[in-house]
């Protein structure tokens, strides 16, 4: 019994001081492209996507393949999950001096097209493009709009995406 209460105060003093522990430069930045990237109105989070190159084509958004270039977002739930990632020496040797990557989660979403709102969806966003389907192959990483992957180096931070845009929450359309 000893050995049980033992256990279960030194579990919470770890999950105590893992919340202490510090956050890492690199998910600061992650969670600063998360808030300038999304805005919170009311329970749900918002953001306008547009896709900032011309003919790489732009989202599925529903099962029936529907697709769009540029909208507004609504989402339910939405969290940033991000974790660091070790930097290689091969990686230290050209520079890189931090990395991680991450996802946007959320459980559902719907989309203004400019007309109107689109039924909830609760299925994963992905790019339709070739374009971006072929680079993100290329690059190894997800074909998600909402993948994140963050490297600092000698020049500073590359890999913030640009794609989803803070709006206000005057400026949504009504719900």
């Known amino acids: 019994m000893k050995l049980a209460a033992i256990?279960?105060?030194?579990?919470?003093?770890?999950?105590?001081?893992?919340?202490?522990?510090?956050?890492?430069?690199?998910?600061?930045?992650a969670?600063?492209?998360?808030?300038?990237?999304?805005?919170?109105?009311g329970e749900d989070y918002f953001a306008k996507y547009a896709q900032p190159v011309q003919?790489?084509?732009g989202l599925y958004v529903n099962k029936y393949g529907?697709?769009?270039?540029?909208?507004?977002?609504e989402f339910k739930n939405l969290s940033l999950m991000f974790e660091d990632q070790p930097v290689t020496e091969t990686?230290?040797?050209n520079g890189v001096e931090a990395k991680g990557h991450?996802?946007?989660?959320?459980?559902?979403?719907?989309?203004?097209?400019?007309?109107?709102?689109?039924?909830?969806?609760?299925?994963?966003?992905?790019?339709?493009?070739?374009?971006?389907?072929s680079l993100n192959k290329l690059m190894e990483r997800p074909n998600s709009p909402m993948y994140i992957g963050?490297?600092?180096n000698r020049d500073g931070w590359a890999g913030k995406s640009s794609i989803w845009r803070q709006i206000s929450c005057s400026e949504l359309p009504s719900l």
């Open 31 to 41: 969670q600063a492209w998360f808030d300038g990237s999304f805005t919170k109105c």
């Open 55 to 57: 003919g790489v084509g």
């Open 150 to 152: 963050l490297e600092k």
């Open 91 to 93: 990686e230290k040797l």
């Open 7 to 29: 256990l279960i105060v030194g579990g919470l003093f770890v999950i105590a001081c893992n919340s202490l522990a510090p956050q890492s430069e690199t998910k600061r930045q």
């Open 102 to 133: 991450g996802f946007v989660q959320y459980s559902q979403f719907r989309y203004h097209d400019g007309t109107k709102w689109s039924y909830w969806e609760d299925m994963p966003l992905i790019f339709s493009g070739k374009m971006m389907q």
């Open 66 to 73: 529907a697709e769009i270039q540029s909208a507004i977002f």
